[in-house]
């Protein structure tokens, strides 16, 4: 996590690398909970505009979540989070990313749609945001 701008504009990073492998027993359960921590520091966090950062790379297909679980995201994050964020960076996209947004681009909105921007590499994302208070994992340097 870092800011940019005047300081209230929040940079939110997300490694998926890390995520819960979906063959746990308690998959469902661990991923309803990292989402609940994650909206409710959200909502803490975004005093103004605020953008993700969602690093795909060396991550493996079953630490990927899930099209249900996206979408359930979406559906149940505020409106105001909703408005103020500004990007969706998608670091490395996987053509399994790539295919599941461009099917479920219809149901969401076009407002949405727009923020979401794919890069491909991590110097293409230094030229886009500021870097020095966002921590990029080792696994994805490499």
């Known amino acids: 996590t870092g800011y940019y701008g005047d300081g209230l504009n929040a940079i939110i990073v997300f490694a998926a690398c890390f995520l819960p492998d979906s063959s746990r027993t308690d998959y469902n359960y661990v991923m309803e909970n990292l989402f609940l921590y994650v909206i409710s520091t959200l909502e803490l966090m975004v005093a103004e505009d605020y953008m993700i950062v969602y690093l795909n790379g060396a991550t ?83």
């Open 60 to 142: 493996p297909r079953r630490r990927m979540p899930g099209l249900g679980w996206m979408k359930k995201c979406y559906q149940m994050i505020d409106r105001r989070l909703r408005k103020n964020l500004k990007s969706f960076i998608i670091v490395h996209p996987s053509w399994f990313i790539r295919t599941i947004l461009a099917v479920t681009r219809p149901f969401i909105s076009s407002k949405f749609s727009s923020k979401i921007q794919y890069v491909n590499t991590l110097a293409e994302l230094r030229e886009m945001i500021p870097m020095e208070y966002v921590h990029i994992p080792e696994s994805i340097v490499k």
